[in-house]
């Protein structure tokens, strides 16, 4: 079952434009987010995260937005350049016997095309 | 920057034999992970190991063990290699922010 899910496989965009990943979960005890960048061949390279009790944050063209009432998050890029096309993962922390360290979780990924 | 290095970018092994995949990491954290991953399946986490000499099963451990004798090195070894463990895997360590920072791969080929 599914806790972290990602249901876009793909997404294209024209350079410039905005691109909007969307990711959705399930578990109302997740507390923090990450978003993750891979290309191919590569490790995945950490790009933004956010907090629960956040509802935004920001880091240069990339903002993620969460919406807890939804249990629903969205990494926007802005505006989106061709070498941002890469696989993007998001990720859930699952807090271990609830305490403060936790694994991760991660959604299916979608691959994000940004045409010139 | 934290670094964390894997011991090869890729590898061909034959059905039955014993493979070692080493990750090493410079920042003195705890928390070490591999995952594998597929296409359409995302990261997968295979064991993590909080401590030295601890470990973890992860949610798909079968076909593999771990080790961590030193605290900067986590090695995963596939006891028997099957044509099915072919697969890109990827080390982690994690920092005091949640944030997991990974190695840059290994991609394993079992033929």
């Known amino acids: 079952d599914q806790q972290v899910k990602q249901n876009s496989p793909s997404l294209s965009v024209q350079e410039g434009r905005i691109s909007i990943l969307n990711c959705d979960y399930t578990?109302?005890?997740?507390?923090?987010f990450l978003w993750y960048k891979k290309y191919p061949a590569e490790g995945p390279t950490f790009l933004i995260s956010?907090?629960?009790?956040?509802d935004k944050n920001e880091d240069g063209r990339f903002t993620v937005f969460l919406n807890k009432s939804a249990k629903h998050l969205s990494l926007h890029i802005v505006p989106s350049q061709p070498g941002d096309s890469a696989v993007y993962f998001c990720?859930?922390?699952?807090?271990?016997?609830?305490?403060?360290?936790?694994?991760?979780?991660f959604g299916k990924g979608t691959k994000l095309s940004v045409k010139p | 920057d934290v670094k964390v290095t894997q011991s090869s970018r890729y590898l061909v092994k034959r059905t039955g034999e014993k493979v070692f995949l080493e990750c090493v990491q410079d920042?003195?954290?705890?928390?070490m992970f591999w995952y594998r991953q597929d296409p359409g399946l995302g990261l997968r986490l295979i064991y993590f190991?909080?401590?030295?000499?601890?470990?973890e099963k992860g949610d798909i451990p079968e076909g593999y063990s771990v080790s961590r004798e030193k605290k900067e090195r986590f090695s995963l070894i596939l006891e028997s290699a099957s044509t099915n463990q072919t697969s890109m895997y990827l080390c982690?360590?994690?920092?005091?922010?949640?944030?997991?920072?990974f190695g840059p791969g290994t991609r394993l080929t079992v033929l």
């Open positions: 990720a859930a922390v699952v807090r271990r016997y609830g305490g403060s360290q936790g694994n991760l979780i």
């Open positions: 578990n109302s005890m997740f507390d923090y």
């Open positions: 956010i907090s629960s009790i956040k």
């Open positions: 920042m003195d954290h705890e928390n």
């Open positions: 190991s909080y401590d030295v000499k601890m470990k």
């Open positions: 982690a360590t994690l920092a005091n922010t949640d944030t997991q920072y």
